[in-house]
């Protein structure tokens, strides 16, 4: 299951993401990138509110189906954190976490690795570094 993490203390505001999305779907605002949270299906607003069933959970992502959007808006609307546009065309879109590909571009992009594609990605650096750090320390206790 695909899922975009994304780590603020690192963001550096470089806009690589941004500028990469090809669904124009991640902004960053004060360092913190923002993006559909692709939420679990049951409080998924844009789901249940969508009057044609054009919105679903597929292999962690939260899609919309454009051909099926007729852009009445109301999935932008319920959306909590605002990560829902109507394109030039009308329609609705959002992050899809790049389902077609391996891996999202805007994780591929960003210099600083403030994009992950799981949780487990993040508890690993973490481990790393907490394992550089006591071979530090037991270096100093020497």
Same mark, same amino acid.
């Given at each position: 299951?695909?899922?975009? #993490?994304?780590?603020? /203390?690192? @963001?550096?505001? +470089? *806009?690589? !993401?941004?500028?990469? %999305? &090809?669904?124009? =779907? $991640?902004?960053?605002?004060?360092?913190?990138?923002?993006?559909?949270?692709?939420?679990?299906?049951?409080?998924?607003?844009?789901?249940?509110?969508?009057?044609?069933?054009?919105?679903?959970?597929?292999?962690?992502?939260? #899609?919309?189906?454009? /051909?099926? @959007?007729?852009? +009445? *808006?109301? !999935?932008?609307?319920? %959306? &909590?954190?605002? =990560? $829902?546009?109507?394109?030039?065309?009308?329609?609705?879109?959002?992050?899809?976490?790049?389902?077609?590909?391996?891996?999202?571009?805007?994780?591929?992009?960003?210099?600083?690795?403030?994009?992950?594609?799981?949780?487990?990605?993040?508890?690993?650096?973490?481990?790393?570094?907490?394992?550089?750090?006591?071979?530090?320390?037991?270096?100093?206790?020497?």
């Amino acid at each position: 299951m695909k899922e975009l #993490i994304s780590q603020p /203390e690192l @963001c550096d505001e +470089c *806009g690589k !993401c941004e500028r990469i %999305c &090809p669904k124009n =779907a $991640i902004r960053v605002i004060s360092g913190v990138p923002v993006y559909c949270l692709h939420c679990a299906e049951e409080r998924a607003p844009c789901m249940t509110i969508c009057p044609e069933g054009a919105i679903e959970k597929v292999n962690g992502a939260v #899609i919309i189906h454009e /051909e099926e @959007c007729i852009g +009445c *808006g109301l !999935c932008r609307d319920a %959306c &909590p954190i605002g =990560a $829902i546009n109507l394109n030039e065309c009308g329609i609705a879109t959002k992050c899809d976490l790049c389902f077609e590909r391996d891996e999202p571009l805007c994780v591929s992009v960003c210099p600083k690795d403030a994009l992950k594609m799981s949780s487990e990605d993040i508890l690993a650096d973490k481990r790393d570094r907490i394992a550089k750090e006591l071979e530090r320390v037991k270096m100093i206790m020497k």
